[in-house]
């Protein structure tokens, strides 16, 4: 039997606020154990919560950016659970009214372009953390991460392959680090995922049992735990088993799932509106303002690319993903209009291999957008071939000679010869001493003419401009 994985996601995104969703604790990250809970976050009796005006705002900016409905009211709910490290004994969260409804992303799996539509994307407090691993026999609870705001984003069931699932988890890690609303580091827990399996008879309708894999926090643990849970799936089916609804971990150690709890449904945690917390009124005036202070979004730049700069749409999606890159991208191609293609060509070359190299972000980019800009100048004008360029860039991004281009250029002796008197003496020298390959050439034996430009060039360090001695070459072997 043929089976088809069946695969939705809910993304849990750290809003980037100062402080916490409903108090005014500091959401840094990496305080002492329990230093950043107030009364609030405590749950200590009489305190009321209040809501941070800046998650609501960070919200709506994700709704406008995946094109879905902003609803007001919205309704926070509480949502009823005991664990630990949860000091309410309920989490406030939304339910039937989320501040954000529908919506879409759409990815790109090898080359293939997929629409992924959103259910909805929700306001909510996180829980603490409980610690096992310094304690013996026992487990402290941390309520730092207590209260710190979150928009929980929740898909439809549209994906079918992990690497639909991890395509869609990276846009959206993307997304919310452009529009500013989240940092996306994954070590810290500020980007995670969720990841709900199930499998069915190819060309079936009806959904198959599924499983809730928790706290995926990289892209390739996500791709990993979606592929073993699946396989599982299909073999305790094929075994004529039954799928158990219930939660589930990865282990990453073993590369493989296993069972947290019993998966409950929505109407166990008995949802009601939090008697403490209003409705939520947005205003229309004020989506408006938001709207109008939001960057240009990756897929309106990717669509702009491909049209002012000829650029293909891979080049512009490699280009737009991050903000940062496609910011880098487009100031240095300000100085060089002309050469777009080129400039593409070094920044996802040469600068993201260094980058990558370096585990440096193109924000701490050791050479500014001018800086390469000036070296692309060099080679476009003739100064430099392209292989000497890389000398220069290496040099550049070690600090020498101030990263300035000219200077490099000068110090190296890396300036192209490209006067054609000069290159015509020097193509004259070589063919006397290479009759043979002349006749050859003229014999029809095209390797010929590769070999004499080998010469040319080893005669001249490799500094003659290739386009001249090409054309200066086959002038003189064709009269």
């Not at 339910?95 to 954000?100: H, K, R």
């Not at 009601?272 to 009124?281: H, I, K, M, R």
């Not at 080049?315 to 240095?332: G, H, V």
């Not at 004008?381 to 991004?397: H, L, N, P, Q, R």
Request: charged share 25%; proline share 4%; hydrophobic share 40%.
């Amino acid at each position: 039997m043929q089976w088809e994985i069946v695969i939705g996601l809910e993304v849990h995104t750290q809003l980037s606020t100062q402080s916490k969703i409903f108090s005014g604790a500091s959401t840094a990250y990496g305080a002492a154990p329990n230093t950043q809970a107030c009364v609030i976050d405590l749950a200590l009796p009489g305190v009321l919560p209040v809501l941070n005006k800046g998650a609501v705002e960070r919200a709506i900016k994700f709704g406008l950016s995946v094109g879905a409905k902003i609803n007001s009211p919205s309704i926070f709910a509480r949502k009823n659970y005991f664990y630990p490290d949860l000091p309410k004994g309920y989490q406030i969260s939304q339910y039937e009214l989320p501040i954000v409804q529908g919506g879409s992303v759409q990815i790109q799996v090898d080359g293939v372009e997929k629409n992924i539509r959103l259910t909805r994307a929700h306001l909510e407090e996180d829980a603490g953390k409980s610690l096992h691993e310094d304690f013996h026999g026992m487990s402290g609870i941390d309520l730092n991460r207590a209260g710190t705001p979150l928009l929980e984003i929740v898909s439809e069931p549209d994906m079918r392959s992990s690497a639909e699932a991890v395509a869609y988890a990276k846009t959206l890690h993307a997304l919310v680090r452009w529009i500013g609303i989240c940092d996306g580091n994954m070590q810290e827990g500020s980007f995670r995922c969720d990841a709900n399996v199930s499998v069915r008879p190819r060309g079936t309708e009806k959904f198959g049992t599924r499983c809730e894999i928790k706290n995926l926090n990289s892209f390739r643990f996500l791709e990993k735990a979606i592929d073993y849970e699946a396989r599982r799936q299909i073999e305790i089916l094929e075994d004529s088993g039954s799928i158990r609804q219930e939660t589930r971990l990865y282990d990453a150690n073993k590369d493989e799932t296993r069972t947290m709890r019993s998966k409950e449904d929505a109407n166990d945690y008995r949802y009601f509106p939090d008697p403490d917390l209003l409705p939520v009124e947005i205003a229309p005036d004020w989506i408006d303002h938001i709207k109008i202070s939001m960057p240009e979004l990756p897929q309106a730049r990717r669509n702009r690319y491909v049209a002012d700069f000829s650029l293909s749409a891979y080049d512009a999606s490699i280009l737009t993903s991050s903000r940062e890159m496609a910011d880098y991208f487009e100031a240095t191609v300000k100085k060089l209009p002309t050469q777009a293609k080129l400039c593409a060509n070094w920044i996802m070359g040469e600068i993201s291999g260094q980058l990558n190299k370096d585990s440096t972000e193109i924000s701490a980019c050791p050479i500014s957008p001018d800086q390469l800009a000036a070296l692309l100048i060099r080679i476009s004008d003739g100064t430099i071939s392209g292989k000497a360029a890389k000398t220069v860039f290496e040099s550049m991004w070690q600090g020498e000679s101030d990263k300035n281009v000219d200077a490099i250029i000068e110090a190296k002796g890396l300036k192209q010869i490209s006067d054609d008197s000069a290159i015509e003496q020097l193509v004259d020298q070589v063919l006397a001493a290479n009759a043979q390959l002349v006749t050859d050439y003229r014999n029809g034996k095209e390797k010929a003419f590769n070999a004499l430009i080998g010469q040319i060039m080893k005669a001249t360090q490799g500094k003659a401009n290739p386009a001249q001695v090409n054309a200066i070459l086959k002038k003189k072997l064709n009269e």
